[in-house]
């Protein structure tokens, strides 16, 4: 078995997809706490909370989802997504209501604070210089590859 590492900090003997695994869930903490801590910065929300108005934004553009319909597009449970929302809705980034038709249904929607955001100079830093950063040693092949190689996951992932 070949000797591989975890960001050369845990030297330990894995499998090749055992290291893809465990890289992936490093990179995916890494990221989160470097884009945690410029959002907070910026506008005071964690990236969970950026990833849903994202997702309220862009999947679900002009509606009002359900807590359901929103968590199952966020991949999390309906209470996980509450809490995500719940310091959104603080903020006066969302809305949480009631179903006007169901009193047992809530419904989450935009308030449009987030557009400065998306749309102003902050996403100018956040999207095009944090993300690309992320990226700046992939050439355009290499980012389509990682792309399609990403997507295969999602697809394994639901099935």
């Known amino acids: 078995m070949p000797y591989v590492c975890i960001r050369n900090i845990l030297p330990f003997y894995m499998r090749e997809d055992e290291n893809i695994f465990g890289s992936i869930l490093y990179i995916a903490q890494q990221w989160m706490v470097k884009s945690d801590a410029l959002l907070n910065e910026k506008i ?16 679900f553009a002009g509606e ?20 995500v929302a719940l310091p959104l809705q603080r903020k006066g980034f969302v809305t949480i209501k009631h179903d006007k ?53 999602k697809n394994n992932i639901s099935k």
């Not at 005071?44 to 862009?58: A, C, D, F």
């Not at 991949?75 to 997504?81: A, H, P, T, V």
């Not at 095009?128 to 990403?150: R, T």
């Open 44 to 59: 005071g929300i964690t990236t969970k909370q950026w990833m849903l108005l994202v997702i309220l934004s862009k999947y």
């Open 64 to 83: 009002n989802p359900t807590i359901s319909q929103a968590a199952k597009a966020f991949g999390s449970s309906r209470q996980n997504l509450k809490q």
């Open 101 to 153: 038709n169901d009193s047992r249904i809530q419904r989450i929607g935009l308030t449009g604070k987030h557009e400065a955001f998306f749309d102003g100079n902050e996403n100018e830093h956040w999207q095009q210089k944090f993300i690309k950063n992320l990226l700046h040693n992939f050439n355009d092949e290499e980012i389509s590859q990682l792309n399609s190689f990403i997507e295969k996951l």
